[in-house]
């Protein structure tokens, strides 16, 4: 079982920059697949960064290609999401969250099901 709590959500101005922390607790394999999703109101969840640690692999979605940065603490069982450059079309709830399997491909819409969520961050981008 693995609990994960995200932190570091907000409300700044365009072009901003937020860092978001996802805690993981429970067994975490490096080779796990982490993510982060996010969602507004009466739209599907996004994906919108993964990351596999061992390759130190990552993949974005192409709207926060340049401006998000995914990463990974192993030792401390950590995901992060750099975020600059904020825009209005970012404000969302953002979700980590983890699949458990060693043989995950950290592709955008590339795994299916994810074992794992967090609560969420709610964070706001004003112009």
């Known amino acids: 079982q693995v609990h994960l709590v995200e932190s570091g959500g907000g409300s700044v101005q365009a072009g901003a920059s937020l860092r978001l922390s996802c805690a993981a607790s429970g067994f975490m394999d490096s080779m796990y697949c982490m993510a982060w999703f996010r969602q507004t109101p009466g739209k599907e969840r996004e994906e919108v960064a993964v990351?596999?640690?061992?390759?130190?692999?990552?993949d974005y979605d192409d709207s926060v290609k340049g401006r998000f940065t995914i990463s990974r603490d192993t030792a401390k069982n950590m995901l992060y999401l750099e975020m600059s450059a904020l825009k209005p079309e970012d404000t969302a709830m953002y979700y980590c969250?983890?699949?458990?399997?060693?043989?995950?491909?950290?592709?955008?819409?590339?795994?299916?099901?994810?074992?794992?969520w967090g609560q969420g961050t709610q964070v706001t981008v004003s112009s």
């Open positions: 969250a983890v699949r458990e399997s060693i043989y995950c491909v950290a592709r955008i819409g590339e795994i299916s099901t994810f074992n794992y």
């Open positions: 990351i596999k640690d061992g390759r130190d692999s990552t």
